[in-house]
Each structure stands twice: as structure tokens, then as C-alpha cells.
């Protein structure tokens, strides 16, 4: 009988549709839930408050995976390659502190691990990462029409221009850590 070993990795890496298409693919991955993290007002933030960039929330996913079948480590390599980690408060098209990328760590091995993920792979970019490490904090889960957004719209306009790029760009650097390989 096998068990798991499920643990949990909250990140933002710009809009929430794009980082829950890439690691509802990814095998060890059990569940992908998008939300908000990381803000300053009180309550359960909505869409458009956190839209709006002044709640300080970010769009982030909150993954829970089994660590008997991919590491935190790979976890975060495959964030900090599937999006870009060196602009501020930015990802493509869309722009606010919601967007920003950042690493929620649940505990100080996780800390660790992130700022290690980041030294190592700061060598190959020619800017320097922006990627915020901060403790976790609150997670509200987004709006039931934000869950497996991709899986529900393939054929949405942002999904095609936006996240089919990022899921491409999976597949090719990460092929042997996909559910389908």
C-alpha cells in the first residue's frame, strides 16, 4: 500500500487561470485551488476588489501535491520557469501589485528551499527576479467561475493567447514531470 506525503505550496505567479492550468497538469499535484493571499484589507476579498489592486491581495493558487511524487523544490522550479519571475508587478498584458509573483511559505524549510530555487536559477535570466518570499497568511478561495478556469473556457480568448503558451512551455522543459508522461 503506497502513502502520500501531501503538502501544501501557495504562489502567485500573475493571473491565478494560468498558474492552475500548469499545475493541474503536473503529476503529484492532488488539487489546485485559485485565491487571493498577501492583503491588507480585513474579510473575504471579491474579484473585483482585488482587481481593483488596492485590497493588496495577490491572485495566487494554493497546491496541494504529494511529496512522495515531486518535491516543493520541483514545485517551485516549475513556477519560476512557467511565468516570469523579474517583472514587477506584471505578468504579460496584466498589471498590479495582484499580479506580482511571490512564494508563500508554510514553514521555514520552505523558506529555505524558495530562496535556494531562486540563488540557483537567477543565473539564467537576464534581469533579476522579483519573485517575493513571504510567510502564508490568510488564503481565500476565488469565486466558484475562477476554479478550473482553463479546463471550463479552452476556447477563451485569454486561454489561447495567455496560458496555451505557458502550458507549451511546460510541456517542453517539464515533460517528465507531467501527469501525461
Known sequence: MTTTNLQIATIGGGCF??????FQEVKGVKEVVSGYSGG???GRPTYREICSGLTGHAEVIKVKFDANMIT???ILIIFMTTHNPTTLNRQGA???????SVIYY????QKEIAELVIN???Q???NPIVTEISEAVTFYEAEKEHQDFYKNNPDYGYCSFVIDPKLSKLRKLHSDKLKSA
Do not use: I
Open 17 to 22: 487561470w494560468c498558474t492552475e492550468a500548469v
Open 40 to 42: 491588507t484589507v480585513p
Open 72 to 74: 516543493y523544490e520541483d
Open 94 to 100: 496584466d498589471r498590479g501589485t495582484q499580479y506580482r
Open 106 to 109: 508554510h514553514n521555514d524549510k
Open 120 to 122: 540557483e536559477l537567477s
Open 124 to 126: 539564467y535570466y537576464e
